[in-house]
């Protein structure tokens, strides 16, 4: 997460360090690329990574250069120009449309960059990209680095629970994390919903969620996540209380609702849900958590995370956290030595742990 031009949480990129001091002390000359939000292949300043460099080259004690673009002339000079340990990062990689594309061409040439490659983007590796897939053909060697690693060994405490596991999803990215859902549900003991994420649940109910975010094509897809737990036997969570506003505002003062009105949009779980989840994780054995309660980065709209991050901090569950926000939150709230492990990846740590296979793993087995 970024706020004018600065990180303002850097957990990914301390969870970078081990893998390149170790490429330094070897003596490699170390390309590191990455990428950030969500420019969809074209060049966005705000999504730049160069407020990255800085935020790495603290975190390394080693100066690292930057330079605006992933391939091309200045790259080369760049990489030339390189001494033994020397560390160089690239532009964002979505900057361009062949990353996510899997484009041979772009593959390819940032293959050709280097002799070797080393995979540690764990959040990534859901996505078949020419970063995290493609470039894996063009190059004799690729190996996966310590932080995808033990990413894999903590994630495993998910994907084999000791029970009751509880799963609890919120967060934004609906579209994406809904599609793989179905299996999740099957997989937890109890799922318990919230953020953004509820109201496209709510909707497939039939229940009001006013002018609160709801992805209206994914409602079947709710749906089937709900019948999946059913017919299971699991336990599906949805709130039973919201926290409205009228618009989405650092000042405005929210109002704890049962149903939502017309007017209104639901920006947090209400108090009533937030302590009926914080009580299944104090009677959990596993938790995994991914996505906040509410828009958490707006203090009045960040009780209901709030309450659930200290239920799962003080309960006595093996608990992992999974996604760039989520983790963010609970650093806020300063919880972070209570929770078992904080995953890196979000998208991609949900795929993990119910066994589906991760593009970015499969070319690394390849
Ligand atoms: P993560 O990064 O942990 O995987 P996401 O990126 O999916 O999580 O979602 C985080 C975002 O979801 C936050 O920016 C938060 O403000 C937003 N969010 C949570 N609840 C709501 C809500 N009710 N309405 C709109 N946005 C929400
Ligand atoms: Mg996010």
Redesign the pocket.
Known sequence: PLRDGVVTDDTRVRASIETLQRLIDGGAKVIVASHLGRPKGKVDPSSSLRPVAQSLEEHLGHPVTFVDACLGKRVEEAIASLSDGGVLLLENLRFEAGEEQNHPDFARDLANLADVYVNDAFGTAHRAHASTEGMTAYLEESYAGSLLLSELEHLDIVRNPKRPLLCLL?????S??LAVLEALARHSDVLAV??????TFLASKGQPTGR??VEAERIPDARKVIDSAESSGRKLLLPVDHRVVDE?DESAVPEVVDFIPDDK????IGPQTARMYAEEASSAATVFW?????????PA?AEG?RTVARGVAESEARSI?????????INQLGLADQIGHLSTG??ASLQYVQGLALPGLTALDR
Do not use: C, H, Q, R
């Open positions: 919120g967060g934004a990215k609906v994406d994390k919230g953020g953004a994420m509820a109201y609160s975010l989405i949009i639901a920006v947090d991914n996505g906040p309660m509410g828009i958490f980065e707006i709209f995370t956290v999974g996604g760039g926000d989520s983790v963010a939150a979000g998208g």
